[in-house]
């Protein structure tokens, strides 16, 4: 049998080889499709279509096909060494992938492993080095930098911002790796360098540390020079002279006002000062193209899912509103529903009519004012919000409520909020959302309780000297058995309030069914 391109682990037999191919092709698909928006047709489950609460279903029941993931060792991640988010790694160190294959292969649905790429994913957006590792750990990415920079470069649910950041890092060799792939993905080919700086900044935020932001520009800088050539020899000094080009204009662009001469003098005074180099002067229309074009339309990084949940909580109005702008909270849907105050009684139809913000661990509810076909703005009053965390939501039928959903907070929390959709479609893709949003909630504070665990028994380890062997803790990073995944919720109290946000139509749920619309 050939199985010399297979792990030592992965050779005692061909079931086990065919699991591992058919893993190994589909990741790349798969992990572009977990972000992607839901299908029109997508309806909730039938099983769980009058009940519905914060506790999944056997992995039987998940109509998504099943993906096999071996149990990840994340100390075997090179990268990781030097990251201090997870200190027991750096206390086992570099370790090579074991000889044998784990004790028991682990199974998840599309769905489960969708649902732990958006929590790697949240985890980045508020600490990058974390998230790296639960990426590398779930082996969403693999230990190169190359395959770690194809991730982070325009993927749709990661934080610009904190790309900036994680690329910036300074003094560590992967992540100056990590940089230069995921620059030379730009094609700069033709433009000039505000226009190629413009282009780049779509991809991510620079960072505030002058140092840092010195590193990115070189490295573009760089780029620039490889892919153009013939361009470049128009400047003295080469990248050298590109780079300080592009620093300037970087500076230009928070400073519209500055008189052109200044900033014409400026750059060609800087010029000549690298005057040792072979080359020309800086062409003076150059200069004046790139400020009149920067005069004109203010170079702007790209808008990502925490650009939209800005707009959002710019339109809602409140004096006691949380914050929702966050890096690692992203807008699931929307949707208006109409808020029943009694179940038992009954409401005139249109009375009560709500806004629905669902993001990935909260529900804001909202009621538009000066909505006006004329206008492209609205703003909202808030009317309620709560944490997902611990929540529940089921459906009910009652009276005139026909497409009924309630959706309880965590105890001890409000009362609950209950709710009539215009159709059972609209119901039954939010319940969906809702309940995969929950689940999501949940299974990210577990495996925050046990990253913080995980410190706390290292700080443990440290205060004494048994000269016992370290204890791999790297299984703690891997969700538990995904058939008890959801029974998070259950008697499960947080220890503070984790507000954490995508597109309006993110599809967080993925199955479909023949039930009647």
Not at 85 to 93: D, N
Not at 214 to 228: L, P, R, V
Not at 340 to 358: I, M, N, T, Y
Not at 402 to 430: I, K, M, Q, W
């Amino acid at each position: 049998m050939f199985t010399s391109g297979l792990p030592g682990g992965l050779k005692h037999s061909r079931s086990q080889f065919y699991k591992f191919y058919f893993f190994r092709t589909r990741r790349n698909n798969l992990r572009d499709s977990l972000m992607s928006p839901r299908l029109v047709q997508r309806r909730f489950p039938p099983a769980e279509r009058f009940v519905v609460t914060h506790a999944p279903g056997c992995p039987s029941a998940c109509n998504g096909g099943v993906v096999w993931v071996p149990r990840a060792n994340v100390a075997a991640s090179p990268n990781l060494s030097n990251s201090n988010s997870l200190s027991r790694i750096e206390k086992v160190g570099i370790r090579t992938e074991p000889e044998h294959p784990p004790a028991h292969l682990r199974y998840y649905s599309e769905q489960e492993r969708k649902r732990q790429y958006r929590i790697a994913l949240n985890f980045f957006n508020k600490k990058p080095e974390r998230g790296v590792q639960l990426l590398t750990a779930w082996r969403f990415v693999d230990d190169s930098a190359e395959s770690l920079a194809n991730l982070l470069f325009g993927r749709r649910g990661l934080s610009k911002q904190m790309v900036g950041e994680y690329i910036a890092t300074l003094h560590s060799t992967f992540h100056s790796c990590v940089l230069k792939y995921f620059i030379g993905q730009i094609d700069v080919r033709g433009l000039e360098v505000d226009m190629a700086l413009r282009k780049a900044m779509q991809y991510f935020f620079l960072p505030k540390e002058a140092e840092k932001i010195d590193k990115i520009i070189q490295e573009f800088a760089q780029h620039y020079a490889k892919c153009n050539p013939k361009r470049t020899k128009r400047f003295r000094g080469g990248w050298d002279t590109i780079h300080m080009i592009a620093f300037a204009v970087i500076m230009l662009n928070t400073d519209l006002h500055s008189p052109n001469l200044k900033f014409i003098h400026n750059l060609r005074g800087q010029d000549k000062m690298r005057g040792e180099k072979e080359g020309v002067d800086i062409d003076r229309a150059c200069l004046q193209g790139i400020y009149e074009r920067v005069r004109a339309e203010e170079i702007r990084p790209g808008d990502d899912h925490v650009a939209q949940v800005a707009r959002v909580d710019a339109a809602i109005v409140a004096r006691d509103k949380p914050r929702l702008t966050e890096t690692q909270r992203r807008l699931v849907c929307y949707c208006r529903l109409q808020q029943v105050l009694d179940p038992s009684r009954k409401q005139s139809v249109g009375s009560h009519e709500r806004d629905v913000f669902l993001f990935n661990d909260m529900l804001v509810v909202a009621k538009a004012i000066n909505r006006r076909r004329s206008s492209s703005h609205t703003s909202y009053t808030l009317k309620h919000w709560m944490p997902l965390l611990g929540a529940t939501v089921i459906e009910f039928k009652r009276g005139c409520y026909e497409f009924g959903l309630t959706v309880t907070p965590p105890s001890p929390g409000g009362p609950p909020l209950h709710f009539n959709a215009r159709n059972y479609d609209d119901r039954c893709r939010f319940v969906a959302d809702v309940l995969e949003s929950i689940r999501e909630s949940c299974q990210m504070e577990e495996v925050r309780l046990e990253l913080e665990m995980e410190k706390h028994t290292l700080r443990t380890d440290n205060q004494r000297d048994s000269g016992l062997p370290e204890i791999d803790g790297s299984d703690c990073l891997l969700p538990r058995n995904p058939a008890n995944s959801a029974t998070y919720g259950v008697g499960l109290v947080p220890t503070f309030r984790r507000l954490s946000f995508n597109s309006l139509d993110s599809g967080v749920v993925e199955e479909t069914c023949d039930g009647n619309s």
